[in-house]
């Protein structure tokens, strides 16, 4: 967000606002130079709901005893600051909000009023449940309000009477109109930002009667958040967030205490004893990180003692996005995540990996591997070649697919030389289509897939891990339809640097297996031969060799084929906001029958280096020699399906 200040959403007609320049009641003040605001979060930008689907999640985990009011003296009470309007407000200038014009991400700016103040809240031109969801936060008001603080008599006429206009024509209760329903928490604290610029801008200590309004819509938004708190994820933690806001200012303690019990129960099931979220994805995953860090301040300033378990379980989960981090400094495209960077937040491990290796302190894990699913690991920091030279991958497994995970179980990222080798397909947003389904289907993930049979989310155990200094390996076992047992083994290499999986899988009935490897959409892929594709970036020092070895299964004609921009079905494309759709590379390794073995090999070399391998066996083992641009390494497959190196 920009430095300016910024701020939520408010109401009054006209008349009240010239109505209030001539209050002597009450205790005032000189105008101030304008309301604080807290820096943005990184909070996604889009909606963050499915139609249809329940908001619901219901704490698992025992709450946490130690945030109470506080009987110190070190805390300051009675303080809510404006959390502003994460960037919402940044394409809405005050001269768009005087014509009553609204824009939001790349769509063109849509006048959604008469001119005057009067919106049409059923607006939705580019039925885009993020820009319908967006309008009923108000948080595209915050510069007209950040104006009005300063005493902008022209903006807090605009911005007053399209919150008020926005309180005549959604009585409560809103929850039938689900951008209404789903935008309450981000509407609280607009208008509680409102208020502040009113108090502020009037150069009052106490609301005028002309904006009792405003009070009054506080108080129906904390009764609707009291009815309907969305549990353990990063809703139920901003519903409760604005609920704490609204009682802090109004001064009701039934408010804060409510608040405060549901920020207890909800903390040790939004991050769990490990650090991972339930939501299931990094962007998320990072949001929640400042998220619970934004709760800590609000209880502090407000006269609560927000205890130590949630800062705990923040430094937890720092660590986790640390070891989620690529060596480009991003995180990978889990879940509902665009391309997004790794914050450096101070004094935790994302500083060092946020910044390539260039501040803080060298964290002092290289792999990580968590129950709730994920495993993230890399060949090293950078202590022995450059930082963005490592290697890194991500795989996962765990639960059956929740709030914002994909289908993605099993599935790999991957990077090395610099650059992403194997990707997800990414998040195309929220609107309910095939663009939706597929990115967060199974075929959208580097993994083996079934797709004769429905899917079936299902939750994917790891059975075996061995993590040494120049390899690891894991396998997976689940079942992903009717009938289909799926077991994936993966073996990872540092120096040389490859990936080697062995996908394995029966069925009861016939199917088609496919192993898919997503790759980046500036490559171009081409197959080399029945067993061999290349992949490369015109111009580019390197190249990705991937590669299937036949493994107790001959390869059929069409045994590697290469998708891309596919729209029948949808396959081959990349989506690293959900704005942005690119046609890129998917390799298929491909099997039909009751059975698979798909043994596969992806290899990141120079531009001009190539792979050789040759096969034996030893016993009951079969083992792959290999040389990597002249490096050369053995890896083994024993009778039971566990890969591990050799040399």
Not at 58 to 76: F, V
Not at 285 to 312: H, K
Not at 392 to 418: E, K, M, N, Q, V
Not at 546 to 562: N, R, W
Request: a neutral charge; charged letters at 15%; glycine letters at 10%.
């Amino acid at each position: 967000m920009s430095a300016k200040l910024v701020g939520w959403i408010a109401a009054a007609s006209a008349a009240a606002v010239v109505a209030t320049l001539t209050i002597t009641g009450g205790s005032s003040a000189a105008p101030s130079a304008g309301i604080a605001v807290t820096p943005d979060l990184p909070e996604p930008k889009f909606a963050q709901f499915e139609a249809g689907r329940s908001n619901v999640i219901p704490p698992t985990a025992p709450p946490a005893t130690d945030i109470k009011t506080s009987t110190t003296t070190s805390l300051t009470a009675g303080k809510y600051t404006c959390p502003g309007y994460s960037s919402i407000d940044d394409p809405n200038p005050v001269a768009n909000l005087l014509k009553d014009t609204y824009a939001w991400s790349t769509f063109a700016p849509y006048k959604v009023g008469d001119g005057n103040g009067n919106i049409n809240w059923r607006l939705n031109p580019y039925n885009n449940p993020s820009w319908y969801m967006w309008l009923h936060s108000l948080r595209w008001l915050g510069q007209g309000i950040t104006a009005a603080g300063t005493g902008d008599t022209v903006a807090m006429d605009r911005v007053t009477t399209i919150a008020k206009d926005w309180v005549t024509d959604n009585p409560y209760s809103w929850k039938s109109d689900i951008g209404a329903y789903e935008s309450t928490m981000h509407r609280t604290n607009v208008l509680l930002c409102l208020r502040q610029a009113v108090l502020s801008g009037l150069g009052q200590t106490t609301l005028p009667p002309a904006y009792a309004w405003l009070d009054q819509t506080l108080t129906d938004h904390a009764s609707f958040l009291i009815a309907n708190w969305s549990g353990a994820w990063n809703h139920g933690t901003d519903e409760s967030i604005a609920l704490f806001g609204v009682g802090c200012t109004l001064d009701r303690a039934d408010y804060k205490q409510t608040a405060q019990d549901r920020l207890a129960a909800g903390i040790t099931t939004s991050i769990d004893a490990e650090g991972s979220t339930n939501e299931q994805s990094t962007a998320y995953a990072q949001f929640n990180y400042s998220l619970w860090g934004r709760a800590v301040t609000a209880l502090q300033e407000c006269g609560t003692d927000p205890g130590t378990t949630i800062s705990s379980r923040r430094a937890l989960l720092a660590n986790w996005l640390a070891l989620a981090t690529n060596s480009q400094g991003k995180l990978p495209q889990i879940g509902d995540s665009e391309v997004v960077s790794t914050n450096q937040f101070a004094d935790t491990p994302t500083e060092y990996a946020g910044s390539l290796g260039t501040k803080g302190v060298v964290p002092p894990q290289r792999v990580g591997v968590y129950s709730a699913g994920y495993i993230f690991g890399r060949s090293g920091w950078g202590e022995t070649r450059p930082f963005s030279q490592e290697s890194t991958y991500s795989i996962r497994f765990g639960p059956s697919r929740a709030l914002h995970g994909h289908s993605d179980h099993t599935g790999i990222t991957y990077t090395a030389r610099g650059r992403d080798i194997l990707i997800t397909g990414g998040h195309a947003g929220y609107q309910n289509d095939v663009w939706r389904t597929w990115a967060k289907g199974q075929f959208s993930a580097s993994t083996m897939t079934t797709p004769l049979s429905a899917e079936k989310y299902p939750a994917t155990k790891l059975t075996r891990s061995l993590v040494s200094t120049t390899s690891e390996f894991y396998e997976f076992t689940d079942v992903p339809g009717v009938g289909i047992n799926r077991t994936r083994a993966v073996l990872v290499l540092k120096n040389p640097d490859l990936i080697m999986s062995l996908d394995r899988a029966s069925s009861t009935t016939a199917q088609q297996f496919q192993t898919l490897w997503h790759l980046p959409s500036d490559q171009k892929a081409t197959v080399y031969s029945r067993t061999t594709a290349l992949a490369m970036k015109t111009g580019d020092a390197m190249r990705t060799i991937l590669f299937q070895v036949p493994y107790k299964q001959a390869l059929p004609a069409g045994a590697i084929l290469i998708k891309q921009g596919q729209t029948s079905p949808i396959q081959g494309w990349h989506y690293p906001n959900i704005t942005t759709r690119n046609s890129a590379p998917t390799l298929m390794f491909a099997r039909s029958g009751y059975s698979a073995s798909i043994l596969s090999f992806i290899v990141p070399v120079g531009a001009t280096q190539g792979v050789t391998y040759a096969v034996r066996t030893s016993g009951t083992a079969t083992i792959v020699d290999l040389s990597v641009g002249g490096v050369r390494t053995s890896v083994g497959i024993s009778a039971g399906g566990s890969l591990y190196r050799i040399s």
